[in-house]
Structures are given as structure tokens and as C-alpha cells.
């Protein structure tokens, strides 16, 4: 299966005064003068969260290449700020997918992520190891793992900036009903504000993910929109765990429709309006068909940014298959992909002498490129490419 201050205080005026000793006896000492009153000490004012990328510097002399390097390296007419691809796709795109992408929506606006910018995000949850890479190396590991990746990124398509996240799932859809019957375990508001502290201070994304269980789009977005009023902080919705139709999540694939997601999009529209914030990026999973329905009366609003991100694991073939088929037909306005640590590697065993976790170098951290884990020159071929990137 696919699958965030100033500290005053007053100020100390020291004041010399000289001793009539040292003075001559005919010339009185004058009175000592008043200290004059400290001036109020301004606080300054919280310095605003920005977005510090990583982008690889372009070769500001390139060599000469072969004609066929430079013919697989040429702009794709067809894309948005069109840069140079690192290959060319991997199948024969017909003129019926070149004629949907890009995706004719608003123009991006002051602020925006995509297309400027290729996010790269580490998915899960520090309270589980089993549910993705944010929760297995302890966060010092974790966190300096997510910036090489990040590099490694940038630096195999230098025409993005890359933009590290941190991809926290903050509703964890659940197997029994709970108290309100709603199968799904809101996170404390402790455990998201340590990773968005560990977003904020390094100039990153925090993306907070939406389990629904039985519960609704509506009623888990409101609990986090004190955490959207930031300006690095943005909403995905997994739609796989979303049980519109009934049943226990995790023993059946859920559902999202348009209408779910057009939801979403005017609640942080709204929201960026009314914080003056810059564009939110709205996250939304899928590796089926059913998972999400009603694309084409997805609603685009240049205030939301919205990407649908091909989440499934498996052999890189079937990655692919799956990105051709439920993500290049259905066109919204981005695209994302998702890597899977174990997952994917397990879909093909390591050769040599590779450990099965293929942890030795930076570049192996990434993806060694034989062991199952796709490498990012392996997605870039993907046509479109992929703008945001999530590993599990």
C-alpha cells in the first residue's frame, strides 16, 4: 500500500563628585549637582519571525556542457517559474497532462512560500517513534538531520531555495473512540509549542496536521488557530484518517471531500486577512483516488496556498505510479511528495554491504539511491515538480 522580550530595568547614572580638598582654599567648592532622572528605557519591540532558507550558491561560471546535458537541463515551457530540470520525466507526458500544469490560479502573493521557495519537512510526532522521523533520533539529532536533508535538497536543484519544517501531527486519529467518541487525541498545547519553538528559532515552518477520526474538519481546525495567527506556522489535512463514512481509523483509507478542504482554505483566508500575515500553505494527503474527492471545485484563494501531497510508500516505481495517476490528473495548484525512512527502504532490500537504515554519509542519509529510498534526483524528474517534500 501507498502510504517562539526585552528585559529593562533602571538605569544607573554613576555621578563623580569632587572633594573640596582638592580644591584651593579661596575658591568654594560649588554644590554638588542633582543627578538628573534616568531616562525611560524603551522596549523594543519583538523582532518578527522570518523565513531563513538554505539554498545552494549557483555556479557563477558554469562549464561547458554536452548538448544532451544542456537539452535535459533546458526550462520547461509548461512550468511555473520554470527552472532548470535535473532530468527529464521518467515517462511520455501526453498533451492532455501538459495542457493542466501549471495550474492556472491566482498569482502568488507578497510573502508567499511556493513558488519561491521547495519546502522540506520532517513528518510525526516526538511522542511516538512510529509514527515518523520527528519522533525517533532524539530532537538535537533530529533537527540537525532535517538540515542536511534540507542542503542535499538545494543543492541537486539550485533554482529553489529550500525552507526546513517541522511536520507535527497535532490530532492523532485513534483505533477505540475515547470519551467524546470522536476516535481521534487532541496534543497539548506543551508538546506544540517545543516544536514550533524548535521551528521559530531556526527561521523554519511548523506544519500542524489534522487527524479527524469522527470528528470534523471544522471542529479540530478551531483549538489551533491561536498557533496560525503565526506567520510560520501552516495547516495540513490527512485525509486518510478522516472516517466521513464510518468505521475505525487505520482499518480502512478515509475520505476528505472539496468541500472539506474549501473549508480550510476560507478559514485561513480569513485569518490571514485579519492578522496581516503572509500566505498560508495548506497541506493535503493523498495516495488514492477516493481519498479526496471533488478536486475540481477545490477553490483557489491567493491568501492559501494549496498543495496535494502523493503520501504512500512502497518501491520508487509504484511511488511513482501513484503520483501519475492520482496526483498529475487532478490538478489543484502544487504538488507534493513524501519519502518514508523505513517503509520504502523495506520495499527493496539494501545490496552490499548497506546498513538497512543506509545512515553512514550525509548524502546516504538522504537516500542512497539503491536501497529503496528515493534520492531528490530521483523526484525531480517528476513532472510537476514536487514543491514540497515530506519524510516519514
Not at 502510504?3 to 582638592?22: E, F, H, K, N, Y
Request: charged fraction near 20%; charge should be positive.
Amino acid at each position: 500500500m501507498l502510504r517562539v522580550r526585552s528585559i529593562s530595568g533602571p538605569l544607573l547614572l554613576v555621578v563623580s563628585l569632587l572633594g573640596t580638598g582638592c580644591r584651593e582654599p579661596s575658591k568654594p567648592a560649588p554644590p554638588p549637582e542633582r543627578p538628573k532622572a534616568p531616562k525611560p528605557v524603551a522596549r523594543p519591540a519583538t523582532i518578527p519571525w522570518a523565513p531563513r532558507p538554505i539554498g545552494a550558491p549557483r555556479d557563477p561560471a558554469p562549464k561547458a556542457r554536452t548538448d544532451r546535458a544542456a537539452r535535459d537541463s533546458a526550462p520547461d515551457s509548461n512550468q511555473r517559474n520554470a527552472v532548470p530540470l535535473v532530468a527529464r520525466p521518467r515517462f511520455v507526458l501526453s498533451p492532455t497532462d501538459s495542457a493542466r500544469w501549471p495550474v492556472k490560479g491566482p498569482a502568488p502573493l507578497a510573502g508567499a512560500i511556493l513558488p519561491q521557495y521547495r519546502v522540506v519537512a520532517y513528518y510525526g510526532n516526538p511522542l511516538s517513534p512510529r509514527m515518523g522521523v520527528l519522533g525517533f533520533p532524539p530532537p538535537d539529532q533530529m533537527l540537525a538531520r532535517l538540515e542536511r536533508t534540507a542542503v542535499e535538497w538545494a543543492k541537486a536543484d539550485t533554482g529553489h531555495k529550500v525552507l526546513p519544517a517541522l511536520h507535527l501531527i497535532v490530532t492523532v486519529a485513534q483505533g477505540r473512540p475515547g470519551a467524546g467518541g470522536k476516535h481521534r487525541l487532541r496534543m497539548s498545547d506543551s508538546l506544540i509549542q517545543r516544536v514550533a519553538g524548535w521551528a521559530e528559532q531556526r527561521g523554519w515552518l511548523l506544519f500542524v496536521d489534522i487527524q479527524t477520526g469522527h470528528s470534523t474538519v471544522a471542529a479540530e481546525l478551531e483549538p489551533l488557530i491561536p498557533y496560525l495567527r503565526r506567520p510560520y506556522v501552516h495547516l495540513a489535512l490527512d485525509p486518510e484518517f478522516a472516517m466521513t463514512r464510518g468505521g475505525v481509523p487505520g482499518r480502512r483509507i478515509g475520505t476528505l471531500d472539496a468541500a472539506d478542504v474549501n473549508l480550510a482554505i476560507r478559514r485561513l483566508a480569513k485569518l490571514v486577512t485579519e492578522e496581516k500575515l503572509p500566505p498560508k500553505v495548506l497541506v493535503v494527503h493523498r495516495f488514492t483516488r477516493g481519498m479526496l474527492t471533488g478536486t475540481e471545485r477545490i477553490q483557489l484563494d491567493p491568501r492559501v496556498q494549496v498543495v496535494i501531497d502523493m503520501d504512500g510508500f512502497g518501491a520508487s516505481w509504484h511511488k511513482e505510479y501513484a503520483y501519475r495517476h492520482f496526483i498529475l490528473p487532478y490538478p489543484v495548484q502544487y504538488t507534493g511528495f513524501k519519502l518514508f525512512y523505513k517503509n520504502d527502504r523495506l520495499s527493496r532490500a539494501p545490496s552490499g554491504n548497506l546498513s538497512p537504515d543506509c545512515s553512514r554519509t550525509v548524502s546516504e542519509d538522504v537516500g542512497c539511491g539503491d536501497d529503496g529510498l528515493m534520492t531528490p534526483q530521483q523526484v525531480l524528474r517528476l513532472y510537476p515538480q514536487p514543491l514540497y517534500i515530506q519524510y516519514q
